[in-house]
Structure formats: C-alpha cells, structure tokens
C-alpha cells in the first residue's frame, strides 16, 4: 500500500475514533441535536474522513469497492456547501451504522 493511501487511512482512523469517542455516552439523534458542541465536532470529523477519501488514489478505491467512496465524499460535500441543510437524524444513522463499519475495514487493512 502506498504512503498516501496509508497518511489518508490514518487520519480517517482517528477521525472515526473522535467520532466515536465524543458521542460514546449519546444515546439518540435528539441527544446529539441538543449538544451543539459534540454535533459540530462530528461534522468538522466527517469532513476529515471526507478529505481523506480524496488523498486515496484510484486503484485503491477501486480496489476496495465494497465502501461506497462516493458517498463519503459526497457527505463531505454536503457539510461543507449545506451545512444548514444536514439532517442530523440521518447523520445519527451514520454514525450508528456507518462509521463502525468504514473503523472495521481500515483496522482490517492494518
């Protein structure tokens, strides 16, 4: 594996675990809308992920297809140019669901 594409790995991996860490004692997408602090910092740790995904070259991502890149991507994209239009149910989903599955492939590649 490239230098880039484990650099980009890296910094994802510890995105994930901020993550994970900052919302580990939130129990519902309500108790992330309510702490405003934790919900941003999400958001910054997602656009990390996002940025990271584009530091991958493209015989990686193809490569390893099962993650959907594109969409990581384009969740970036949203935060970044939308961030008033977030639906923060939707980004609960992701972090239950998501997340824990994008931390199990790296630690795989590890």
């Known amino acids: 594996m490239s230098?880039?594409?484990?650099?980009?790995?890296?910094?994802?991996?510890e995105s994930i675990d901020k993550i994970q860490r900052f919302t580990s004692d939130l129990s519902s997408w309500q108790d992330l809308k309510n702490d405003?602090?934790?919900?941003d910092a999400c958001l910054m740790n997602f656009v990390i992920?996002?940025?990271?995904?584009?530091?991958?070259?493209?015989n990686f991502i193809e490569t390893n297809n099962q993650i959907e890149w594109h969409?990581?991507?384009g969740f970036r994209n949203l935060i970044a140019h939308d961030y008033f239009g977030i639906d923060i149910e939707e980004v609960w989903d992701i972090l239950q669901?998501?997340?824990?599955?994008?931390?199990?492939f790296i630690s795989k590649l590890n």
Request: without cysteine; glycine residues 2%; negative net charge.
């Open 36 to 39: 405003e602090e934790t919900f």
């Open 97 to 104: 669901n998501k997340i824990p599955e994008l931390k199990q």
């Open 71 to 73: 969409k990581i991507r």
């Open 49 to 58: 992920i996002g940025e990271s995904v584009l530091r991958l070259d493209a």
């Open 3 to 13: 230098e880039n594409n484990k650099l980009a790995l890296m910094a994802m991996e």
